[in-house]
């Protein structure tokens, strides 16, 4: 049984340019959520996302970041225009079609994302 | 602000030593669950305690849980040098969002 898989693991670009971050849940696994985590910090919650929704995404900026979760595919964190301010790995979770309230949730090895 | 904040920020001890952290949160929670994260990697669930557990045990982990005091603490017992890693509590709030909030981590050196 196959973890949380993020690809690609290391992602270079230069400012203005587009990223685009891809994970796949565990298999039976509905429920995805994005991390992003600084150096010597914690995670910060961004998006949750359940097939085709958008659950809740209050924690991602307002502009240049969008998620998706279609019916078929991975999840995909796109970055518009980036910067350099959002250099950073970004984490992807999945939990089971219960939800988080009561389990765990598995992550992914990661995207760091390096903007030149 | 983060909802939990680990103490010490980071720690080093030597093998076999036992390694405690702590992590103190704000508001009331449904549950809380520590999390390790190796260098370079993601984060791997170690435990979930809920809000009316007061002790859990896996291995050589033992959480508590004192929710009065609004704090839980992670102990490693006999430690080993593949402990080596940061740590992490994340609290998930009662009523609203079930979306865990984590600390920034407490970093866990072990020295073989």
């Known amino acids: 049984n196959a973890g949380v898989m993020q690809n690609p693991r290391h992602l270079v670009r230069r400012r203005g340019q587009e990223a685009r971050l891809r994970c796949s849940p565990m298999k039976g696994h509905s429920h995805v959520y994005w991390y992003r985590q600084l150096p010597e910090e914690g995670l910060k919650f961004m998006v949750y996302l359940q097939k085709e929704n958008i659950i809740d995404e209050s924690g991602m900026p307002k502009e240049r970041f969008s998620a998706e979760f279609p019916k078929e595919g991975p999840s995909i964190l796109r970055i518009q225009q980036v910067v350099r301010g959002d250099s950073a790995a970004y984490f992807c979770?999945?939990?089971?079609?219960?939800?988080?309230?009561?389990?765990?949730?598995?992550f992914g090895p990661g995207t760091r994302l390096t903007v030149l | 602000s983060q909802q939990g904040e680990e103490d010490p920020q980071a720690l080093s001890i030597q093998e076999g030593e036992n390694a405690t952290m702590n992590c103190s949160y704000k508001?009331?929670?449904?549950?809380l669950q520590w999390y390790r994260q190796n260098s370079g990697r993601g984060l791997v669930h170690l435990i979930l305690?809920?809000?009316?557990?007061r002790e859990k045990h896996s291995g050589r982990l033992r959480v508590t849980l004192d929710t009065s005091k609004k704090s839980s603490s992670l102990l490693i017992t006999a430690s080993r040098a593949a402990d080596t890693a940061s740590y992490f509590c994340a609290t998930v709030s009662s009523g609203g969002s079930y979306i865990p909030t984590f600390g920034r981590g407490t970093s866990l050196i072990v020295h073989p």
């Open positions: 305690i809920r809000s009316n557990e």
């Open positions: 979770a999945s939990s089971p079609t219960s939800g988080v309230l009561y389990n765990e949730q598995f």
């Open positions: 508001t009331s929670i449904n549950n």
